[in-house]
């Protein structure tokens, strides 16, 4: 069984919503109402109390049906034990409401009162939604709601079981006992008096009753129309008719609204169960009624029996008439089956009789002014009255059609001809007589029927004009109404009639032919002009006439011409247009009375009425009308400004003033005023040309400030109605000024040359006023206006409610209330133009209004006011406008106790939004959507702030502390949270949904709100997160053909969403259980539950899903998880927002004209055709698009409005309508392009994020990786994908392929196991080949799709790059493959061997290149292109790219491309010519700097991948040259290398960075050239290419003076690269130079002398903040720069025979250029230093590699040991044990093992070097003791020293040697046998020497 608020729901979604149900829909609505008929048929019938019960609830311990004990305390029996005695309900059903309530609302905390309402509350809110589900039941049977013929005939077979079960005597049974004073009615006398509504606001029990009331009477009515067959039997009617005297008894001296409603629906229960029941009656059939005709004749007797009570009376006399027209229509069906028997002779006695008394008390009167013209009835549900109306209608024409009635009708109107006077006078100042003209009237015609009648029917079809349609009874009676008027009661009766049946099209044109005719004699068109004329005629000649009076004009005309005007104004205002224009050509008497003084006021109002209605016939009507004002109507002389103090002037005259304060004034009514306002506001309404600024409206904005609006509150008012009249009228004059004219920076100008004083600031003259700027000072000092204003608005909303229910003019009321609103909006929205201009007499309209706060707080608690949404809409946005100016606004509202009812009224006023069935077109006035950006708009705003205030955040203390209770409080986030939840009308409430999660999103942001919304959402009550996957996530979309906006609001609710996870994602706090559980709930969600390993050690992972994943990737099927099918909901085609006019218009010049003003970027501002809408698209205003067409086509034509353009207008008027459909379409479109890409924006958040900080969670990691890279290029390639969304998807791409990259080589480890392997660092394996195939496959597709763009080919081209780098590095590139080579040699088994590794990597770079070679050509021109042609960025990502495929190049392929194409030259044309502006320091230079790096780096890999032929391909293209000539590296030279000069200064990481990016790829590049040195020979000194390089470096002398000179302690790792590379390139080449001029070769020695001089550990920097692992570099490169000295001594002493001193000799200061030579002695000490080098790396080595072996035997402080000696603590935390520990220690012990491994790789040769040089010296006896060797130099030195100690230098070169004969092969790793064979042979000629 569903409840009653389950049951209501289904039953307002299924029938109440926009479109019809679906099947689901239905049958969930069936088997509900199935569920629900045992409590439908005993409504509202509940289980008493029982002594049981109570004796059980006392005990404490209660068990509800389907649920464990209960356990109550004190307070609970207490509250339980007093709702029984209150609602006279079970004590065990209390319990149940009191649980209910928890749930609902958390009465932890709350007081015992509270409690007991809250319950009470609840329990009438289940009562509520039960009778509300009955009676949405039984309106959707009996009112046609479009809803399908099959399922309104299931509901009424339902609804028919339950009426026929006794459920229509159940509701009169409970609208009689709700009524008793009693437990289970109104409560009894120590019943609590008040409940707690859903919203938590306190309700009185009487008026919740009486409204239960109301709706059971409304259900009454409409079950007596289901079930007609089976009508109100004989005792339900006499039920029902004592009900009525009962309930109309009550009426008398009470004025509550709700109870005449009530007695109205029990009164029409009968007379649409005896018209119904009639109206049923067939030839074969009786009615159910009359065929007892003892029920007729006893019911006869009751009803004609008359009572003393008039109210009760009346309402008898209402059942009498519907008995009457009962048994007329009965009678009727007996004649017709020919079946007359004695009962129809008495039936028609008992109709005389009732005729008889309805007419002597004139039944029609009391329906008039008791029922239809009463607040009561025209506040009454909109259906019902339809209803009420429809079968008066069919009463009206029973009651006609009966030969009875006509008789007794014909009767009535003789009496009323022969009684009624037929003359009166009216003159202009009758006062006295004319104040009682109401009493009068009423006196002498309360007993005339006819009149009555006339006016009943005019009333009852006011209302449903839609009934007069083919109703040939009321238009008989018409003709015979019509004839023989003799007085002018009658006559205006019968034309107020003519003036209601004229209310439809069809009615006005038969009306117009009615008195266009002959069919009445003295009734017609022409008595109305002819009498117009007449009188015309009379006043004129009056005046031309010396002494003479104007005659009096008779009330009898007065009245009869405004029923003539009033007839003729109902037929203009509905006729059809075309027609109408030739009904009236000539409206000039209209006009000619207006100007006389003793034309009766409401005469005049009349005939200005009337001339209205012509204004909107054609523009020319227009302008005449305006001429005809100004001829004939009274003038509206306005004198000096001053105020309401205003005198009269001295010398009267007649004009608007004297005809308001003189004559209308007097009688207290204002009928001319009205009108004269009326039409003058319609005028200005039409006006289109606003370049006078209402200049010349000025008389008329005065007039009404100073003598109608100004003083209105003074004014006496005979009939309140025209009060609020008056004042609707000056509202809309004001209104309109207010949104027609707008401020321009020359009102601002003028204010700011106008002294600041107040009398000289009003004594403006009046034609230099402009209307706009008075009101705006009005408003912004607090004067007459905004007094008023404030006036209507601060008797607060419910003195507002209570009028509007209560009173006749309520809706006047309530249309005043709504514009006051409207203009304060206005001013808001102006005043700020100017208050700064003009403080400070005039303030912000904020700050006049903050003078009061009761002002503000009125303003705002209109959200209240739910009779009129407009009115709601008006005071959201003015708390819109105060929240974004007010600082101090909540502090305000606290301090005036008005801030719980705000948020409760926010809270309401959401929530019956979003229950609402229809779906605003328009999202500006969607109240709901209005709140929802309220509280965005204001999230970011100070705190505290109405966000914070409407969500009921903690402001008592800091918000960020708030623990939010939703349901505890009732607030807008309950109400969101509970829409959220429920996703209630997805397509009425798409809005409201979307902006819901939205707002969420914006909470979750947001510093101060997010932790509190994040914990409330992640908590277990809700699973915010999670909830919707499945409900909107991955849900299908609408079709765009049938409800576009719904689709593009769901592309945006899924947006959000994704966003509110990716939110979670990133922020959430895994220390936190809750953040945790909603993260790993979210990741099981998106990726599937059997991928998610949350524990809090982090580093467990499965060890067989982490190495095996990735191979498996591409070899099995996987099942798609929803982050895949997110990605299937985006991937449909964009529809298209093309602007193309000529598929819309056929003819070319609207297809320009549409252009011109779409095209046009001037048009801005309040008039701009495009517009933001609240989700921030750029749409067309197609209004302000429709206003610029008809303003351009009237500006090209301005004939067009003419008859004889009518043609032509209509074919502007269709390409118009064409174009608009097309601008709605364009802007559809438009909104869904937008809501594709910004659900993709979000899925891919929610990607990254995960794949980012989320990835270690999950397992199969590389899996989904592929998976998601596989979907996200499969998407970015379809034909169907659009621009921005390829960019957003291949950035996703990017990050996949980035988190694969680094997935190879994550911690892996057993499950249960502590220890790891050397094996571990190499066994995880990449994706399979197939799967890389795959992945660039889908890259190149990508790339060479058809719409592409250079930004997303930027993206594509850098996932080509990772894909290759990931295609490279198999081995997980911290650890080197030599130190790999060391720990596997123990190992055994092929899948441990690098040869099949190498292998495979093979077969994948040969894959590569086929795949690409396919493609190639087209590859190529697009990579070439964007090289050549593209940006910067561009042109430097492209160029890499073509590095990368030179780097997979088979047989010469790419670079036989790239020569065929001329590419490479034209790079080394790019190299030469490029030039730097501003020293380089420019973005562009920057970036253009980037592109030679570029450019330099693909020359380099040409020559390194291609080795010396590559060289030579570069070289024969004049590489050498283009680089010498690139005039970059002379514009940084000078000064870039003075790091401790440049320190300082701004430029100097512009100078490092030009270091980076131009000096070392160029002498990269030069170096790598120098390759083909080697094969030229020494003696060959003509060589080319030798002598291009000395001419570089001798064109950049500069530079390689500035790198020799660098001090190599104080190099840094780039500044050491450059100094060997330079080093590199003069060892090459320099030795074949003759001359050392520029004095390279001393340089190069003085590097020598300066690094073999020492220990190279002292010359090794040591920062005191450098790490160990920079340490170890720095000496690598330092050893590297020594080997290049040593290889460039060792190439001279072979090559050039230089020989060497032992020691210095005595300097010489007489020779300048002799060269300080290094000596042996230098190169001993060399040796030593590179020995004891090589001793501590093998050691190094050895250790470690030790240790890595035993790595699992190893402390955890000896692991942490090693971590923290190789600074990398950073990678490890906490909470990781002691596998990746373990891990992590044995990864970077591999990484300095290799690096040890490389020094000793560079030392050992090295050595080499220096014992070479030091054997020739010793092999060729250039050292012999006492001998003089004259050797042959090139200028190095004449002669050696001849006394060397020779034995000194052997005895310390022979300890150094017997150390590397002790080198061990199994320490140092490398082959010695030939080091130690030469070691030995230098030892022994050293002994040799140190012997002599």
Known sequence: MVSPKQLLSIIESSLLGPSPPTPAQWVELIHAIRSSLSSLQSLLSFPPPKPSDRAQVKSKEVRLPDSPLISLDDQDVQIAL???????????????????????????????????????????????????????????????????????????????????????????????????????????????????????????????????????????????????????????????????????????????????????????????????????????????????????????????????????????????????????????????????????????????????????????????DKALQTAAYQNDDEDMIYVYNAYLHKMITCFLSHPVARDKVKEAKEKAMSVLSPYRMAGSHDFMHDNNSNSQKAVELGSQPFVSLLEFVSEVYQKEPELLSGNDVLWTFVNFAGEDHTNFQTLVAFLKMLGTLASSPEGASKVFELLQGKTFRSVGWCTLFDCLSIYEEKFKQALQTPGAILPEFQEGDAKALVAYLNVL????????????????????????????????????????????????????????????????????????????????????????????????????????????????????????????????????????????????????????????????????????????????????????????????????????????????????????????????????????????????????????????????????????????????????????????????????????????????????????????????????????????????????????????????????????????????????????????????????????????????????????????????????????????????????LDPLTSGPTMDLLSNKKYQFFVKHMDTIGIAPLPKRNINQALRISSLHQRAWLLKLLAVELHAGDMADSTHRDACQSILGHIFGPDVVNFTTDYSINHMNSVQNSAANVGTRTIGKSKVLELLEVVQFRSPDTTMKYSQVVSNTKYDFLAEDILGNPTTSGKNDVYYYSERGDRLIDLTSFRDKLWQKFNFINPQLSSFSGEVELNDVREAIQQLLRWGWKYNKNLEEQASQLHMLISWSQVVEVSASRRLSHLENRAEILFQLLDASLTASASPDCSLKMAVRLCQVALTCMAKLRDERFLCPGGLNSDSVTCLDIITVKQLSNGACH??????????????????????????????????????????????????????????????????????????????????????????????????????????????????????????????????????????????????????????????????????????????KSGAQILFSMGALEHIASCKVVNIQVKGSFQRFETKLRRDAAVNIDKQRTIVAPILRLVFSLTSLVDTSDFFEVKNKIVREVIDFVKGHQLLFDQVIQEDVSEADELTMEQINLVVGILSKVWPYEENDEYGFVQGLFGMMRGLFSHDLESRTPTHPFQSLDKLRKTELNIFRLCFSLSSYLYFLVTKKSLRLQVLDGPTDYQAPGRLQQPTLTLLVCLLNSVTTALERAAEEKSLLLN??????????????????????????????????????????????????????????????????????????????????????????????????????????????????????????????????????????????????
């Open 82 to 368: 007093k709702l029984s005695d209150d609602l006279h309900l079970n004590e065990i059903d209390c319990v149940r409401l009191l649980v209910s309530a928890n749930q609902e609302w958390g009465l932890m905390g709350r007081e015992p009162l509270e409690i007991l309402r809250l319950a009470e509350g609840l329990w009438y809110t289940e009562r509520r939604d039960l009778i509300t589900a009955l009676y949405t039941l039984l309106r959707a049977v009996v009112l046609d709601q479009g809803l399908e013929t099959d399922l309104v005939a299931d509901i009424q077979k339902y609804l028919e079981d339950l009426i026929n079960a006794g459920l229509r005597q159940r509701l009169i049974s409970l609208v009689k006992e709700l009524n008793r004073e009693e437990p289970a009615g109104l409560g009894g006398p120590l019943a609590e008096r008040y409940v707690l509504d859903s919203r938590g606001a306190l309700v009185e029990r009487r008026a919740v009753v009486f409204r239960e009331r109301l709706i059971l009477g409304h259900c009454l009515v409409l079950s007596v129309l289901v079930v007609r067959t089976m009508g109100l039997g004989p005792n339900d009617v006499k039920d029902l008719f004592s009900t009525i005297k009962d309930c109309a008894a009550e009426l008398n001296g009470s004025s509550d609204i709700i109870k005449y409603q009530i007695t109205f629906s029990i009164l029409f229960s009968l007379v649409i169960a005896f018209i119904s029941d009639a109206l049923g009656t067939v030839p074969d059939k009786a009615s159910v009624l009359c065929r007892d005709a003892t029920f007729r004749r006893e019911f006869q007797e009751i009803v004609i029996a008359s009572g003393n009570d008039p109210i009760v009376e009346g309402f008898v006399d209402v059942v009498r008439l519907a008995w009457t027209a009962h048994l007329m229509l009965v009678q009727d069906g007996t004649i017709a089956a020919e079946t007359v028997s004695s009962a129809s002779s008495n039936d028609l006695g008992y109709i005389c009789s009732c005729l008889d008394v309805i007419f002597s008390n004139n039944v029609f009167q009391f329906l008039l």
């Open 569 to 1004: 104004q109902k037929v203009m205002q509905n006729g059809n247009p075309v027609e109408r224009k030739n009904w009236f050509p000539d409206i000039e008497p209209l006009f000619k009375l207006l100007s006389y003084e003793n034309v009766p006021p409401y005469l005049k109002g009349a005939l200005r009425n009337a001339i209205a209605t012509f204004i909107k016939v054609s523009p020319a009507l227009k302008d005449t009308i305006w001429s005809y004002l100004e001829q004939y109507d009274l003038p509206v002389v306005v004198g000096p400004n001053l105020g309401n103090n205003a005198q009269p002037m001295a010398s009267q005259i007649y004009d608007m003033r004297f005809e308001l304060n003189e004559i209308e004034a007097r009688r207290e009514q204002y009928p001319s005023t009205i009108s004269f306002l009326n039409l003058l506001n319609t005028l200005i309404a039409e006006e289109s040309d606003v370049s006078d600024r209402g200049r010349r409206f000025i008389g008329i904005f005065r007039f009404i400030y100073d003598h109608v609006f100004g003083p209105f509150p003074q004014r006496a008012y005979a009939d309140p109605c025209e009060k609020w009249q008056l004042v609707v009228a000056c509202l809309q004059h004001f209104q309109m000024i207010l949104s027609m004219y707008d401020i321009r920076d020359v009102d601002i100008d003028n204010a700011g040359d106008r002294p600041q004083l107040s009398s000289v600031a009003q004594s403006a003259p009046l034609q230099m006023q402009l209307p706009v700027l008075e009101l705006l000072k009005d408003f912004m000092s607090g004067k007459t206006i905004f007094r008023n204003i404030m006036g209507i608005l601060l008797p607060g909303v419910n003195a507002i409610i209570n009028e509007r229910t209560n009173q006749i003019y309520g809706q006047l009321l309530e249309k005043a209330v709504e514009l006051s609103l409207e203009i304060i909006i206005l001013v808001f929205e102006k005043d700020v133009l100017l208050s700064d201009f003009w403080r400070p007499l005039y303030q912000p309209l904020d700050v006049i209004l903050a003078q009061d706060h009761n002002q503000i707080v009125a303003l705002l608690e209109y959200v209240r006011y739910d009779f009129q949404p407009q009115i709601q809409k008006h005071s959201i946005k003015i708390m819109s406008i105060l929240s974004s100016r007010m600082v101090g606004l909540i502090q305000l509202l606290l301090k005036s106790n008005a801030a719980s009812c705000l948020i409760e009224d926010y809270a309401a006023c959401l929530e019956s939004v979003s229950v609402e069935s229809q779906v605003i077109e328009n999202s500006n006035d969607d109240l709901g959507v209005l709140i929802m950006q309220l509280l965005i708009e204001n999230i970011s705003r100070p705190a505290p702030n109405i966000t914070h205030l409407l969500l009921k955040f903690d402001l008592d203390t800091s918000i960020e502390r708030t623990i939010l209770q939703p349901k505890f409080h009732y607030s807008c986030l309950k109400v969101i949270l509970d829409i959220l939840d429920k996703l209630f009308k997805p397509d009425v409430n798409a809005l409201l949904h979307e902006f819901g999660f939205q707002l969420l999103y914006e909470l979750c």
């Open 1334 to 1507: 795959s992945i660039l496959f889908k890259v190149i597709v990508a790339i060479l799709r058809h719409e592409s763009s250079e930004a997303l080919r930027r993206r594509q081209y850098a996932l080509l790059l990772s894909y290759f780098q990931y295609c490279l590095h198999v081995l997980d590139l911290d650890v080197p493959t030599a130190v790999l080579r060391l720990l596997l040699d123990e190992h055994d088994g092929e899948d441990l061997d690098l040869l099949k590794i190498d292998k495979e990597q093979a077969e994948l770079a040969q894959a590569n290149f086929s795949i690409i070679r396919k493609e190639a050509q087209a590859i190529l021109d697009l990579v070439i292109k964007d090289a050549t042609r593209g940006s910067e960025s561009g042109k430097t990502i492209s160029l890499y790219v073509l590095d990368a495929l030179i780097c997979i190049d088979h047989e010469r392929f790419f670079l036989n491309q790239l020569q065929s194409r001329g590419f490479l030259r034209s790079c080394l044309m790019n190299i030469s010519n490029i030039f730097l502006q501003d020293g380089g320091r420019s973005l562009d230079s920057l970036q253009r700097t980037c592109t030679l790096e570029a450019e330099l780096a693909l020359l380099l890999r040409i020559s390194h991948k291609y080795g």
């Open 1747 to 1892: 240790k890595i072996q035993d790595i699992n035997e190893l402390s955890r402080q000896e692991v942490d040991e090693i971590i923290n000696m190789c600074a990398r603590q950073d990678c490890v935390s906490s909470s990781d044990n002691i596998q990746r520990r373990r891990y992590i220690a044995m990864v970077e012990m591999c990484q300095v093992a290799g690096n040890r491994d490389q020094l000793i790789t560079l030392l050992l040769p090295l050595a080499e070097h220096v014992l070479n040089v030091i054997l020739i010296h010793f092999q060729d006896g250039s050292i012999t003791p006492g001998t003089i060797a004259e050797t042959k130099t090139i200028t190095y030195g004449e002669n050696f020293d001849h006394g060397q100690d020779i034995s000194a230098l052997c005895g310390e070169l022979i300890p150094t040697l017997e150390r590397l004969e002790l080198l061990s092969e199994d320490k140092v790793g490398h082959n010695l046998k030939v080091f130690h064979r030469l070691v030995s042979s230098l030892k022994d000629l050293g002994i040799q020497k140190l012997g002599v």
